[in-house]
C-alpha cells in the first residue's frame, strides 16, 4: 500500500488500486480552505493518473460537518470560499474512476456537498445529511441547490434546504441519496468490497459512461443519445471491449477477467 499524508488530508492506495481519501481536519473534518486546495489538488493528480477506484471518507464519527464558519465573512470571503468549493467538488466529481463517498455520522454543509459529487455513497447507520445552511442565513455555496435537487429531486431537496434538518441513514436510502446502509461493524469492510469490485472493472467503459452520464444530464435528450454513441463507439477501441465480448461468446455473463485498459 501506498501512502501520503499532510495536516488535513491523507491519501493512501491499496495493493488493489484503491486510492482512499481521508479527511482528518480535526474533531468536525471542517471543509476549509486547506482541506479545499489539497481535495483539488489530489483530484487533478487522480486525472492525470487514475487509480482504479476512489473512496473518500472521514473518520469513523464524522464525515465532515461543513465549511469552516470561521472563514466566513463578507462578501468577498464569500467569493473566495464559493470558488473554492466550486473549483475542488468539480475535480473531484471529474475524477475518471468511481468515486464512492462512505459517510459515517455527519455529513454536513459541505460534507453532504462532498458527497454528492462523488458517484455513490454508501452510509454506516450513524450517518446523518443535511443542508444546514439557511439556519445561519444562508444558502449552501459548494454545490447543494444543484446536485442535491438532481439526486433526489426538487420537492425532497427544496425541503432538506428550506429547513435545515438532517436525514438519517434510513431515509436518505428511502430518497434515493444513499445507495447502501451498512451497520458500523462492518461498514468499511463493504465498503472496501465495493471499491475492490469495481477497480476490478473495464476502467475505460466506466470512465467512458460516467463522462457520458456527467454530461448528458445537462443536455437535451437528443444530444444525450449522441453523446452516448459517441462513448459508445469509443468503449469498442479499448482492450476491454474485446475481452468482454470474447468471453460473454464463450462463458456467458460475468466470467470477463479486464485488464483496465
Do not use: W
Amino acid at each position: 500500500m501506498v501512502e501520503s499524508s499532510d495536516e488535513v488530508v491523507a491519501v493512501s492506495i491499496s495493493d488493489a488500486g484503491v486510492a482512499t481519501i481521508r479527511l482528518q481536519n480535526g474533531k468536525v473534518n471542517a471543509l476549509s480552505r486547506a482541506v479545499l486546495r489539497r481535495l483539488r489538488e489530489i483530484a487533478l493528480d487522480f486525472h492525470a493518473s487514475p487509480p482504479k477506484s476512489v473512496v473518500i471518507t472521514g473518520s469513523d464519527r464524522i464525515f465532515a460537518a461543513g465549511a469552516e464558519i470561521s472563514e466566513f465573512g463578507g462578501p468577498d470571503e464569500a467569493a473566495e470560499i464559493g470558488l473554492l468549493f466550486t473549483e475542488a467538488l468539480c475535480a473531484v466529481a471529474a475524477i475518471p474512476r468511481v468515486v464512492i463517498a462512505a459517510v459515517s455520522g455527519p455529513a454536513l454543509g459541505g460534507g453532504c456537498e462532498l458527497a454528492l459529487a462523488c458517484d455513490l455513497r454508501i452510509a454506516s447507520t450513524s450517518a446523518k445529511f443535511g443542508q444546514p445552511e439557511i439556519l445561519l442565513g444562508i444558502i449552501p455555496g459548494g454545490g447543494g441547490t444543484q446536485r442535491l435537487v438532481r439526486t433526489i429531486g426538487v420537492g425532497r431537496a427544496k425541503e432538506m434546504i428550506f429547513s435545515g434538518r438532517q436525514v438519517r441513514a434510513d431515509e436518505a436510502l428511502q430518497f434515493g441519496l444513499v445507495n447502501e446502509v451498512v451497520e458500523p461493524e462492518h461498514f468499511m469492510v463493504r465498503v472496501n468490497e465495493v471499491a475492490e469490485m469495481y477497480a476490478k472493472g473495464p476502467l475505460q467503459a466506466q470512465a467512458l459512461a460516467k463522462a457520458a452520464m456527467d454530461d448528458g444530464i445537462d443536455m437535451s435528450l437528443l444530444d444525450g443519445l449522441q453523446r452516448e454513441q459517441r462513448a459508445f463507439i469509443d468503449v469498442f477501441g479499448t482492450d476491454d471491449a474485446g475481452i468482454g465480448v470474447a468471453s460473454f461468446l464463450e462463458s456467458g455473463p460475468g466470467a470477463a477477467s479486464f485488464t483496465g485498459r
